[in-house]
C-alpha cells in the first residue's frame, strides 16, 4: 500500500513517498520518511513492509558509509550505489528476500550529472528518468510520460509530482493524506516538504 515515485531533472532528482505505516486494515502512523539518505549526495525511496523498509534501507547507508571509511573518504558513484544494492538484493533472493522496491537517486558529483534507478524485490534493475512503486504506478506514469521531458528544472519536477499526488489523493481507494518530497543535487539531499514532520515521534 506504498507509494514511491522519482523524477530526474536538469541536475538533480527528485524522489517522493508518502509517510502512512499500515499493515492489513491498520494504519500506525503518517509520518514515516520512506526516503533513506545513503549518503551525501544520494537517497532511495522505499516501499514495502515496515521491518524490511527499515532494515533494508539502513542495510545499506551503513555498507555505503563503511566502504567510504575503509577507502580514505572515497565515496561510491550513484550507479555504483545502485548496482551494489541490486547485487544485495539478488543475494538475499534465495536466503531471505527483502520484500522492498526502491527508487534510488542521486547526483555525481566527479561528473556534474543526476541519476534515477528503479529496483524491484527480484532485483531487476533500470536507469530511468522517472518511475514509481507500488499502487502509485497505476495512477502516476501516465502523468510523468506526458509531462516529462528532456531538461526539465527543479519547479518543473516538483510541479509534476505534485500532480501524482493530486491524483492518487483523488483517485486512489486507500487514504494517503501525507507525501513526502526530497531532492537530491550537487547541494546535497534537501527535503522540500512534507505532509507531517517526521521528527514528531
Known amino acids: 500500500m506504498d507509494s514511491v515515485f522519482g523524477v530526474e531533472y536538469d541536475g538533480g532528482v527528485i524522489i517522493a513517498s508518502d509517510q ?3 499493515r492489513s486494515i491498520l494504519t500506525y502512523q503518517t509520518n514515516l520518511d520512506k ?3 545513503l549518503s551525501s549526495h544520494s537517497a532511495m525511496g522505499v516501499s514495502g513492509p515496515n521491518a524490511d523498509l527499515v532494515n533494508f534501507s539502513q542495510y545499506i547507508s551503513k555498507n555505503l558509509a563503511l566502504y567510504e571509511l575503509s577507502n580514505n573518504g572515497l565515496k561510491l558513484s550513484p550507479h555504483a550505489q545502485a548496482n551494489f544494492t541490486r547485487g544485495e538484493l539478488a543475494t538475499a533472493l534465495r536466503k531471505g528476500p527483502y520484500q522492498v522496491n526502491i527508487m534510488l537517486g542521486g547526483y555525481d558529483t566527479i561528473k556534474n550529472q543526476a541519476s534515477l534507478y ?3 524485490h527480484l532485483a531487476a534493475m533500470a536507469k530511468v528518468n ?3 512503486q507500488g499502487y502509485a504506478s ?3 506514469l501516465s502523468i510523468m ?3 516529462w521531458k528532456e ?3 527543479q519547479e518543473q519536477a516538483v510541479a509534476i509530482v505534485e500532480k501524482c499526488i493530486k ?3 483523488v483517485r486512489f481507494l486507500i487514504a494517503q493524506p501525507n507525501f513526502i518530497i526530497k531532492a537530491i543535487d550537487k547541494d546535497g539531499v534537501n527535503t522540500l516538504s512534507f505532509g507531517a514532520d517526521p521528527a514528531d515521534n
Open 138 to 140: 497505476s495512477f502516476c
Open 20 to 22: 502512512n505505516n499500515a
Open 118 to 120: 528503479w529496483l524491484d
Open 167 to 169: 491524483e492518487l489523493q
Open 145 to 147: 510520460d506526458r509531462d
Open 35 to 37: 526516503v533513506a539518505e
Open 151 to 153: 531538461g526539465l528544472n
Open 130 to 132: 522517472y518511475g514509481a
